[in-house]
Nanobody
Framework: QVQLVESGGGLVQAGGSLRLSCVAS????????VGWFRQAPGKEREFVSA???????YYADSVKGRFFISRDNAKNMMYLQMNRLNPEDTAVYYC????????????????????WGQGTQVIVSS
C-alpha cells in the first residue's frame, strides 16, 4: 500500500503561481512513476503531467511550458510547479503513482495508476 497526501492548493489570481506537493508513504517511492491529474466540476479527470522513475517527463498540451513536475526521492516527495495560471486551471488536483511501465502515452490514463491521493483544490480567479 502507498498513501499519498497532496498540499499546496488554494486561491490565486490569474497569472499567478502555485506549487503543489505530494508526499508518499508506505513503499519505496523511487521505483514508482508519479502523475498529476485534475478534475473540474462536471468534467472528467484529465491528465496534467507525469514523471517516471528515470525522470522522464510528460505534460498535457494545455500546461506545457507553464507547469513543471519534479520529484525528490530522498524525501518521498513530488511537486507540480504551476505558473501563469488561468481560470481554466481551476480544478481539484490529484497525485497518483504506479509501479508499472507504460511506453507511449500510457501515463496519461487514470487507470494506469495504482494509488491516488485525496486531492487539493486550486481556484484561479480572473
Amino acid at each position: 500500500q502507498v498513501q499519498l497526501v497532496e498540499s499546496g492548493g488554494g486561491l490565486v489570481q490569474a497569472g499567478g503561481s502555485l506549487r503543489l506537493s505530494c508526499v508518499a508513504s508506505g513503499r519505496t517511492f523511487s521505483s514508482y512513476a508519479v502523475g498529476w491529474f485534475r478534475q473540474a466540476p462536471g468534467k472528467e479527470r484529465e491528465f496534467v503531467s507525469a514523471i517516471t522513475w528515470s525522470d522522464g517527463t510528460y505534460y498535457a498540451d494545455s500546461v506545457k511550458g507553464r507547469f513543471f513536475i519534479s520529484r525528490d526521492n530522498a524525501k518521498n516527495m513530488m511537486y507540480l510547479q504551476m505558473n501563469r495560471l488561468n481560470p481554466e486551471d481551476t480544478a481539484v488536483y490529484y497525485c497518483a503513482v504506479t509501479s508499472r511501465y507504460y511506453p507511449g502515452g500510457g501515463y496519461a490514463r487514470p487507470p494506469s495508476y495504482d494509488y491516488w491521493g485525496q486531492g487539493t483544490q486550486v481556484i484561479v480567479s480572473s
